[in-house]
T-cell receptor
Framework: GAVVSQHPSRVICKSGTSVKIECRSL??????MFWYRQFPKQSLMLMAT?????????EQGVEKDKFLINHASLTLSTLTVTSAHPEDSSFYIC????????????FGAGTRLSVL | QKEVEQNSGPLSVPEGAIASLNCTYS??????FFWYRQYSGKSPELIMS????GDKEDGRFTAQLNKASQYVSLLIRDSQPSDSATYLC??????????FGTGTRLQVTL
């Protein structure tokens, strides 16, 4: 399957700081990437859909000014959690669709964010 | 609101047995269905995709889709302890957005 790299794998930060998470498609161009959040013992919840060269589409209830998404190239999308608070502590996972004519999503390894 | 329903488990099966995981979905417009495996603390890994009614086999895994009943299942033959994980069912319509179930935790016992 296609390879999606996500970095960093783990972040511990102080409340009020901003954290940037990178998601890269390594062997394909991803016109669409997705950002999910997963709390313990819960399923993945889609936060936003990121399209290269355009604004991200956020799901209902997700604050676009808090979770900034940039998809500046066909291989890179970033999620910035601004002014992070302890309730933002979660497992953030990105995914990408590997090509035209397919809707299979491949996932990055995830980023575990802990806000103190 | 679109929903995907799974029994949370745990489903416990002995090593070598067949594990049967089930999933129902609410959106009749859903066109694609996926099974992902997620180990604790890791991200999901694609196991199977299925788009048409019937069975699709890949090694020890068989996915079954019944659109009339809005039902998807995953069979794992010759279950191994390494198969112990949470299995997530997901569907998608034309927008390519995945809707995930809450997952079924599978335990394969020695």
């Amino acid at each position: 399957g296609a390879v999606v790299s996500q970095h960093p794998s783990r972040v511990i930060c102080k409340s009020g700081t901003s954290v940037k998470i990178e998601c890269r498609s390594l062997d394909f161009q991803a016109t669409t990437m997705f950002w999910y959040r997963q709390f313990p013992k819960q399923s993945l919840m889609l936060m936003a859909t990121s399209n290269e060269g355009s604004k991200a589409t956020y799901e209902q209830g997700v604050e676009k000014d808090k979770f900034l998404i940039n998809h500046a190239s066909l291989t890179l999308s970033t999620l910035t959690v601004t002014s992070a608070h302890p309730e933002d502590s979660s497992f953030y996972i990105c995914s990408a669709i590997s090509g035209v004519g397919t809707n299979i999503q491949y996932f990055g390894a995830g980023t575990r964010l802990s806000v103190l | 609101q679109k929903e995907v329903e799974q029994n949370s488990g745990p489903l416990s099966v002995p090593e070598g047995a067949i594990a049967s995981l089930n999933c129902t979905y609410s959106d009749r417009g859903s066109q694609s269905f996926f099974w992902y495996r997620q180990y604790s603390g890791k991200s999901p890994e694609l196991i199977m995709s299925i788009y048409s009614n019937g069975d699709k086999e890949d090694g020890r895994f068989t996915a079954q889709l019944n659109k009339a009943s809005q039902y998807v299942s995953l069979l794992i033959r010759d279950s191994q302890p390494s198969d112990s994980a949470t299995y997530l069912c997901a569907d998608t319509g034309t927008a390519s957005k995945l809707t995930f179930g809450t997952g079924t935790r599978l335990q394969v016992t020695l």
